[in-house]
């Protein structure tokens, strides 16, 4: 990895001349594990070692964290390598706990940020301190959540602040663990240009040979930092086996990484680039356009269907659609999973157009 020119805030206090890195496991399992891992990353790109104490599991029977011990664990790595640590914090006890062991980064999980009761109480137990507090996106893609977090937050004058997404829950099964939906991290950065950004490849992707490819991405979209889990051995983990990477893969992932540089002077990349957008500009107005005839057209079938008392929904004609779109889709290059997407959110739209005609 190499340099990115602009720092902000808390981070500027890492000095660092590459973006920030968080690794470690997902889980601190045994004292040993924690200390083999914590060495491994020490004199690396790693500035941070994380591990989760209470691991919050969808369904009960999963390994829950090793709670309370595992901060005296995480002290000893701390002594023994300088690495500052981070861990989740879930409710007032956890952060008691985590301030009492003066763990230095606290993150708020992704089941934790769709709850505002829960963030309230956290923000409360850390009014005014100077720990470094990062939100990770709620579990499902709702941008103004993930804003309502970060403000309660600042609200209890909190200042070190920063946001970890890791992708949204989806129910269909897609090639990510957690849908990135790049878009609703990019308008955060939109709205909070100076609030750090820190990718979670990890939960995103929940494969280790995709970790690569989505932090790429991520310092593509000028992101502040990445946290990655890594186990000195992966596959036995506890938790989150499957995306976890060896230390000695993660230096591997930091050498392939390139860190681009927010734009060049006007030399041609710039000039080809901006052609480019001016040319995607145009298409996406088009696609609005042609967007909205579609609906009107909708709008007078509502009429017609109305008319005959038939019902909005016509199973049939609509799989004859979904068929010819997915072909045609084919021959494009566009995948059949995009084609579904798309179409099933124009069908969508189109139908609560004809309710609202049909209904009128
Ligand atoms: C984790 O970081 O191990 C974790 C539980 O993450 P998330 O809240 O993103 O699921
Ligand atoms: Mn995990």
Known sequence: ????????????????SHPLVIAGPCSAETEEQVL???????????????????????????????????????????????????????????????????????WIGARTTVNPFAVQEIADALNGTN???????????????????????????????????????????????????????IDLQYKFPNLPLICDPSHITGKRNMIQEVSQQALDLNYDGLMIET??????????????????????????LRVRKESDDADDFTKKMNKKRTQIDELDSKIVEILGKRMKIAGEIGLLKKEKNVAILQNKRWNEILGKMILEGEDKGLSEEFI?????????????????????
């Open 131 to 185: 720990k470094i507090v990062l939100v990770k996106n709620p579990v499902n893609p709702d941008l103004s959540l993930w804003i309502g977090a970060l403000e309660r937050l600042a609200n209890a004058h909190i200042k070190n602040i920063g946001a970890i997404h890791r992708g949204f829950s989806t129910y269909e099964k897609t090639k990510y663990r957690n849908n990135p939906e790049w878009q609703i991290a």
């Open 231 to 256: 186990h000195i051995d992966p596959d036995n983990a506890w938790s989150d086996a499957a995306q976890q990477v060896t230390p000695a893969v993660l230096k591997e992932i930091f050498t392939d």
């Open 340 to 360: 579904l997407k798309l179409f099933k959110a124009i069908h969508q739209e189109s139908i609560s157009h004809q309710e609202k005609i049909v209904n009128n």
């Open 36 to 106: 083999k891992i914590a060495h491994e990353l020490k004199n690396s790109d790693v500035s941070i070692f994380r591990a989760g104490i209470w691991k919050p599991r969808t369904r009960p029977g999963g390994f829950e964290g090793v709670g309370e011990i595992g901060l005296k664990w995480l002290q000893k790595a701390k002594a023994e390598t300088g690495l500052p640590l981070a861990i989740e914090v879930a409710n007032a006890t956890h952060v008691k706990l985590a301030l009492e062991y003066d763990i230095d980064v606290l």
């Open 1 to 16: 990895m190499k340099k990115k020119e602009q720092h902000t805030n808390w981070l500027e206090d890492f000095n660092l």
